[in-house]
């Protein structure tokens, strides 16, 4: 099945700072999307692209859809304690079978210092 | 606002139980999708369904079976609980269609002894 490649595993960065993080694929995706899991909860959708090219904001976060189709990245500003989670990209394929299957990638952890 | 809700948040069975967790979603959402996310393997799916009664396996559907009555709800089984069933199970569900997001209950988090 297809592949996700997200980097960096885990980061630790100064509140304030900027956060980038991006996820690869040897497949092409029709949707590429990035959720934010709180510790002991489900992951919820932060961003959805639908088109190559694509970019959109979501407040402090911007995330594009790679003109490939095989990769994505998503750009978090001025970072805040509460930005402190694992975020997750997810590409989704049409599968043929009437439905949609995501493929994810393992997860960025971030952590935010006061 | 979509609603996914998980039947228990904690769930602790010990070995050779049957366990039954269950996922309700308020939306009318035509698929329901079964997970399990384990540290440094992030999300994989176990089962999933497009349709009332209809079912298909994902990537690790080995110990687990699913049932679908009703379109608002997803079962998913485990017939012989194991310790490597030790895990935190998320459902998700999305419409039919093109592009649909998933979205996904709180989890639960099972142990089994």
Redesign the interface.
């Known amino acids: 099945?297809q592949q996700l490649n997200q980097s960096p595993q885990s980061m630790f960065i100064q509140e304030g700072e900027d956060v980038s993080m991006n996820c690869t694929s040897s497949s092409i995706f029709?949707?590429w999307?990035w959720?934010k899991q709180d510790p002991?909860?489900?992951?919820?959708?932060l961003i959805?692209l639908?088109k190559a090219g694509e970019l959109t904001s979501n407040g402090r976060l911007t995330a594009q859809f790679g003109i490939t189709r095989k990769d994505s990245f998503l750009n978090i500003s001025a970072s805040i304690p509460s930005d402190v989670g694992i975020y997750?990209c997810?590409g989704?394929l049409?599968s043929g079978?009437?439905?949609?299957?995501?493929t994810?990638?393992?997860?960025t952890k971030l952590s935010v210092i006061p | 606002d979509v609603k996914v809700t998980q039947s228990s948040r904690y769930l602790v069975k010990r070995t050779g139980e049957k366990v039954f967790l269950e996922c309700v979603q308020d939306m009318d959402h035509e698929n329901m999708f079964w997970y399990r996310q384990d540290p440094g393997l992030g999300l994989r799916l176990i089962y999933f369904s497009y349709d009332v009664k209809m079912k298909e396996k994902g990537d690790i559907p080995e110990g687990y079976s699913v049932s679908r009555e009703k379109k608002e709800r997803f079962s998913l089984i485990l017939e012989s609980a194991s310790t490597n069933q030790t895990s935190m199970y998320l459902c998700a569900s999305s419409l039919l269609g093109g592009g649909e997001t998933q979205y996904f209950g709180p989890g639960t988090r099972l142990l089994v002894l």
């Open positions: 099945g029709n949707t999307l959720y002991g909860e489900g992951p919820v959708l959805a639908y997750f997810a989704q049409y079978a009437g439905s949609y299957q995501l994810f990638g393992k997860g």
